[in-house]
């Protein structure tokens, strides 16, 4: 090996020199840099001639950055980086490419996210019925050997975008897919999370009849006659999805590789399994064993009404699983638990539980309503399970997207904070309604606001499908994400990935501009609830700094500063300065967690 240090070099386009603040001590480190005490060895790997975003305290920006040992051991100037620079130290020169800390994803579905990609994809496509059945017939044919094998293979459909079928307003029913010529049951999933369509042969084989009661914590969807439409909503999808062959551990792990990598590629170096069956934990932890875990994995396991010792289910799973105490190289933690409080807004499902009706509308006239939605929890019930998991050391973490259910996951919380503890990292996610006197509650009681950024646009989900059943008032309020950093409270992204595209970059645009993607037929709309908009500042923090709080990762991941883990990412602009609209084009360059490369490489081409 050369005992000259390894250097590499990348052209940047379009990038101005920033000013660089000083890293406090950084005059004193600097003028030794010529001392004998030099390091010999030197850092692992040290970058220089960048823009080297902190998210400090103060939003830093410096030249250099030096890791070690899988953490940041210096983050200041060109000159000052020097002194890390020894016989074995990788030198790569950024010329103006901007550095920051690794994206921290607060609440997504990995095993669901990479099962998409690996099976029948609709990509979130709006489409036509013939479209729609054009698809999942193309996929058939690609699996006809799988038919010959076994005529009840499972066909799954991941990423339908249900409000967005074409023309607007359209429904479907199992009458479309039973249209298809095949027998092998079929389940398609909508990107909201909460609904699925299935075929006469799955509503056959899970029993579902006539007769069959809705659970509690869903519904199915009848004719006139009371007979199945094939539209299951929330907890009703799980008579269908209890009866489809659970994947195999390789299948698994083979699953969570697929997910990771396409986490790695978008820059995400911490993540939340907003809904983790034991199944995904053994997979990462699997994995995390073998040293393939490239993001540090956090685990919510589910917690519903009614469940039998919920307390020492969710500790089982921890001590089976849990990887103890953070280290450079990433492992997994099982320290918090998912609530479901309701269900969604978008019409005609309305399972978001509110405080006052939805609006009942049409031909464009709309009249108050009698339908308030979902409320899986009450609020005794609610109080006594988050008090006990608080108590037994896990993060609540609660899905409540209607008004009223906000109140209710706020009032839990606030009975936590009443007893004392000041401690536990409590969320809501989703929160996209909260009335007026429930804003500052999300700062004064500290608890996260885990927002899903993508749907703080114009889109079938949003202008069609929800804003005429809340009214002009309740629309000014939806996705509230300037309410609430306004009122003091903690944002983070909560991509809720596969519900929505794993495309963070675009929903960090989002949130800052509220408009659709440039040639969308709704971008004609500008943009939504325009003083719901983050700054570029606060957008970046709720992706780093606040995510880290929310999965108790502050002290070390979510800044760049001396001592942290090197959880970073190179990007190809700098998307503090560019145009709003192309931080949405933003490619990672290189990807590094815990000091080790798991996307991209430092020639950074």
Not at 89 to 94: D, K, P, S
Request: include cysteine.
């Amino acid at each position: 090996m050369s005992s000259t240090p390894r250097r590499r070099t990348v052209l940047a386009t379009g990038v101005v020199a920033a000013t660089v603040v000083a890293l406090d001590g950084c005059t004193s480190d600097d003028s030794r840099e010529d001392r004998k005490d030099r390091p010999q060895q030197g850092a692992d790997l040290v970058l220089t001639g960048g823009r080297v975003h902190t998210l400090d305290d103060k939003d830093s920006v410096h030249q250099a950055l030096a890791v070690s040992g899988g953490r940041i051991a210096y983050v200041g100037t060109d000159h000052g980086v020097r002194r890390h620079i020894g016989k074995r130290t990788e030198v790569v020169e950024l010329r103006g490419r901007m550095v920051m800390p690794g994206l921290h994803d607060g609440h997504l579905h990995p095993m669901s996210g990479g099962q998409g990609l690996l099976g029948c994809d609709l990509e979130y496509a709006p489409l036509t019925v013939k479209q729609f059945q054009d698809r999942i017939r193309a996929y058939l044919k690609e699996t006809a050997d799988d038919e010959k094998a076994s005529p009840d293979t499972w066909v799954q459909v991941e990423h339908w975008y249900a409000q967005a079928m074409r023309p607007a307003g359209t429904k479907v029913t199992k009458a479309v897919l039973d249209a298809l010529d095949t027998r092998r049951p079929i389940i398609v999933k909508s990107t909201d999370g909460h609904t699925v369509l299935v075929n006469s042969r799955a509503l056959e084989i899970a029993g579902i009849t006539a007769k069959t009661k809705d659970p509690s914590n869903g519904a199915i969807a009848r004719d006139a006659k009371g007979e199945p439409t094939g539209v299951l909503e929330d907890g009703a999808s799980d008579l269908v999805e209890g009866r489809i062959p659970k994947p195999t551990a390789e299948d698994n792990l083979r699953i969570a590789r697929t997910a990771l990598a396409a986490l790695a590629e978008q820059g995400v170096t911490t993540f939340m399994d907003a809904m983790a069956s034991e199944e995904a934990i053994r997979a990462f932890a699997t994995l995390a064993e073998r040293g393939e875990l490239t993001a540090r994995g956090h685990f919510a396991p589910l917690v519903n009404v009614g469940d039998k010792d919920p307390i020492g289910a969710v500790t089982a799973l921890r001590e089976r699983y849990d990887g103890g105490d953070a280290k450079p190289a990433p492992t997994i933690a099982v320290r918090n638990t998912k609530l479901f409080l309701d269900g969604v807004l978008q019409y005609p499902a309305q399972t978001a539980g509110l405080l006052q009706p939805y609006l009942e509308c049409d031909h464009g006239a709309c009249r108050p309503g009698e339908k308030t939605g979902a409320q899986y929890w009450k609020q005794d019930q609610l109080d006594d399970i988050v008090g006990k998991l608080t108590k037994a050391g896990f993060d609540p973490h609660i899905h409540a997207i209607g008004d009223r259910s906000v109140r209710l996951a706020l009032n839990a919380f606030a009975k936590v904070r009443e007893g004392g503890d000041r401690t536990s990292r409590l969320t809501v996610a989703h929160a996209e309604l909260v009335d007026p006197a429930d804003i500052k509650r999300f700062g004064r009681l500290d608890v996260v606001a885990a927002m899903g950024f993508h749907w703080a646009k114009p889109a079938p989900d949003s202008v069609e499908s929800v804003r005429p059943y809340l009214g002009s008032s309740r629309w000014s309020r939806y996705e509230p994400e300037g309410d609430i950093f306004a009122s003091g409270g903690r944002i983070s992204l909560g991509s809720d990935w596969p519900v929505d595209p794993l495309d963070e970059w675009t929903a960090i645009k989002t949130a800052i501009t509220r408009t659709a993607e440039p040639g969308s037929p709704y971008a004609k709309e500008g943009p939504m609830t325009p003083h719901q908009r983050l700054s570029r500042a606060a957008a970046l923090r709720a992706v780093t700094v606040n995510g880290a709080y929310q999965l108790r990762q502050e002290k070390l991941t979510g800044s760049l500063r001396a001592g942290m883990f090197a959880d970073l990412i190179v990007l190809d602009r700098e998307v503090t300065e560019v145009p709003e609209e192309e931080i949405a084009g933003a490619k990672v360059l290189l990807t590094m967690v815990g000091g080790r490369i798991v996307h991209g490489g430092t020639d950074l081409k």
